[in-house]
């Protein structure tokens, strides 16, 4: 397990401790703006959930949502953000530090980690809060048809979807410019690769 350390509320460009990096280390190209960059991304996943909506809707033929309950469904997505940075926290390896917190400035939560792992490590990592959507979604999918759970369970999985955006871009990039068997590690100023 790795030792996961608690920072509390940080400005969003804070710095944290870094490893060195090897000498033959390439940097991986990514998007300046990561919010903007990362947005179609965010199109397959989106579409997923209508097609989970879809499918519920027509097996049981009811449509039934009591928007009342929808904002709690969204709360709960949104209060999930600190998970969805733990559940990256908990992929790396035993003995690394990785601190995780949260900006309010930004409206958002985040993991660090400046250590080396694999590529297939750093893919597993950061698709790991795909779970936050995958779960609501599911639930939702095979449990019973209720107004009001429909209402708190779609928001919350949809956030739970969208919100890895950034995610999925830092997977495609990796695959794109990243050789198999090779080592990713973060840096204050972006994404590095090396053998």
Known sequence: MPHIIWCGNKKWDSEFPEKPLPENAVRIERKADLFTGSLPYGIVPFLFCLIIIYIKWQWLGTK?????????????????????????AVCYCEGQTVYTGISLEKIAAFAVCHEKISRRRFVVMSLMPMLLGIIPLTVFLIAPSSPILTAILIPAGIIGMLSP???????????KQVPKGAYIQSQNDGLYWFR
């Open 165 to 175: 955006m950034p995610d999925y871009m830092d997977v495609h990039m990796v695959h």
């Open 64 to 88: 039934t949502v009591y928007p009342v309950f929808v904002p709690i469904g969204i709360l709960i997505g949104l209060l999930l953000m600190p998970v969805h940075e733990l559940l990256h």
